[in-house]
């Protein structure tokens, strides 16, 4: 490419405008590694390379109107924008994609309505119903596993039969991360897309709140309650939020019923059960127990992989196995979390140029998770020995010089002089009943063959990690 041409010199502008327009990060990070690849002057079209989909996905999402005003600017009008996204660095894979006319974007919506309760006036104009959900946050990227399966699956039967009483209301709970607002927003999503006439609406309980006082504030409240009788899939999040909240329970109890009655779907998220919502109207909590209660647990690790790899394929990320291992068991079983350190590694890898390993994921880690840094028992270390070499506790304690409980009880003994501050006569004594001399013995066995063994150090590195606690 004869880098003096006209078009790439226009380029060259261009990153000038668009440097004067963000910020030194947000130019190094999203704009520095964009590749000028040609311009071809009959259809007008630019195309650029850029490292991977996620670098694609997130210029269209938060830079699409500032590409098209400088381009219009440098290039003239009509100009189409084109972009070679790379999927496999390995293989020097790439996918042609060409961006959406910024026509075809929504402009911002003012914020100045965004807490405010709805009019009468929207109620009666029902075409103009955003139903606010996450088009990201949909079944095809919400990973099965153990711990999602059961509501996954009735989710998915509600989307895809809304018109049937059965499961009504779904109440789904679990901690915080485990992918409920990403269930609920997938099942509105499916509604939606089998469904179009029908009046979807996803809303956070604070946001509902919000909206109800200025209601209150305003002398409105009835339009607000025609508003919310007039939608036939209603999907409520983190109604935890209104436990001390009783005027914003009763205005939901007369909504609750009246849809209910009128067969329309309720869809609610917590962070707990009916049960422990301390301070929630008695009548509203029997409302909430009459359909279905739907548990979504912590990703187990396997879960966490399945997702991670997912969303590695999804942005074209070369992660190797080891570090997608530690990623998963380090992250607490939050998908949030999982997903944050991904974007993470993805930002420093493009902004440092480096590649993605060990020593790039715990950095990044420390700064996105929250590790639980509690102190490590004996009992601790010795469970996870055990299950990692797969021998029962009470082979620790016994008299036994098979290998593997051998190994299995010097390892215990390593790890605990290790990350306890307990004398050796105490780890020993605890760890098999053996003596203070025992344990000095065990330590110095593993010592030397860490130094001449490298699998069993990757094992000593791999229990490690499992104790999410930095060696």
Not at 347 to 371: C, F, G, P, Q, T
Request: include cysteine; glycine fraction near 4%; charge should be neutral.
């Amino acid at each position: 490419m004869d880098m003096n041409n006209k078009p790439f010199a226009l380029w060259k502008q261009a990153l000038l405008l668009i440097k004067e327009n963000v910020t030194e990060q947000q130019f190094k990070t999203w704009f520095k590694p964009i590749v000028f690849e040609s311009f071809t002057e009959e259809t007008k079209t630019l195309l650029l390379q850029v490292p991977s989909p996620f670098v694609y996905e997130y210029l269209e999402e938060n830079y699409i109107d500032l590409l098209s005003k400088v381009l219009t600017r440098v290039y003239g009008d009509g100009i189409r924008l084109t972009y070679r996204v790379v999927t496999d660095k390995t293989h020097h894979l790439a996918q042609d994609l060409q961006a959406d006319p910024v026509e075809n974007y929504p402009s911002a919506k003012p914020t100045n309505r965004a807490n405010q309760s709805p009019t009468v006036l929207d109620a009666v104009n029902k075409q103009e119903l955003d139903s606010q959900l996450d088009p990201h946050k949909s079944f095809a990227s919400f990973i099965e596993g153990d711990s999602n399966k059961l509501p996954r699956s009735i989710g998915m039967s509600i989307a895809e039969h809304p018109n049937t009483t059965q499961f009504n209301p779904m109440f789904i709970y679990g901690p915080s991360g485990c992918g409920k607002t990403h269930l609920v927003n997938a099942i509105g999503l499916r509604m939606k897309q089998l469904y179009p006439q029908k009046r979807v609406l996803y809303i956070s309980a604070r946001l509902f709140q919000v909206q109800y006082t200025n209601s209150v504030l305003q002398n409105s409240t009835n339009d607000f309650i025609n508003f919310y009788q007039t939608i036939d899939v209603l999907i409520v999040d983190d109604i935890q939020e209104w436990m001390t909240s009783p005027r914003t329970q009763d205005t939901f109890f007369h909504i609750f019923n009246h849809l209910f009655r009128n067969g329309k779907r309720i869809i609610l998220a917590s962070d707990r059960p009916p049960v422990d919502l301390k301070g929630m109207n008695e009548r509203l909590l029997t409302r909430f127990s009459c359909g279905l209660i739907a548990e979504l647990e912590k990703p187990n690790v396997q879960l966490c992989i399945d997702i991670l790899k997912s969303k590695i394929h999804r942005d074209g990320l070369q992660i190797p196995e080891d570090v997608v291992l530690y990623i998963a068991q380090t992250a607490n079983g939050s998908v949030r979390d999982l997903q944050g350190v991904v974007n993470s590694l993805l930002a420093y890898s493009v902004v440092y140029n480096s590649n993605i390993d060990m020593r790039l994921a715990e950095r990044v880690i420390k700064r996105a998770v929250n590790i639980d840094d509690k102190p490590l028992t004996i009992d601790d270390i010795v469970e996870t020995v055990c299950n990692h070499f797969n021998v029962s506790t009470a082979a620790i304690s016994s008299k036994s010089r098979k290998r593997e409980f051998v190994v299995a009880r010097q390892v215990s003994m390593y790890l605990a002089q290790k990350y306890t501050k307990m004398p050796t006569s105490r780890i020993g004594k605890l760890v098999g009943g053996r003596d203070h001399s025992t344990v000095i013995h065990s330590c110095s066995q593993v010592e030397a063959r860490l130094q001449v063994d490298s699998a069993f150090s990757d094992e000593i590195s791999s229990i490690e990690r499992s104790f999410r606690l930095k060696g």
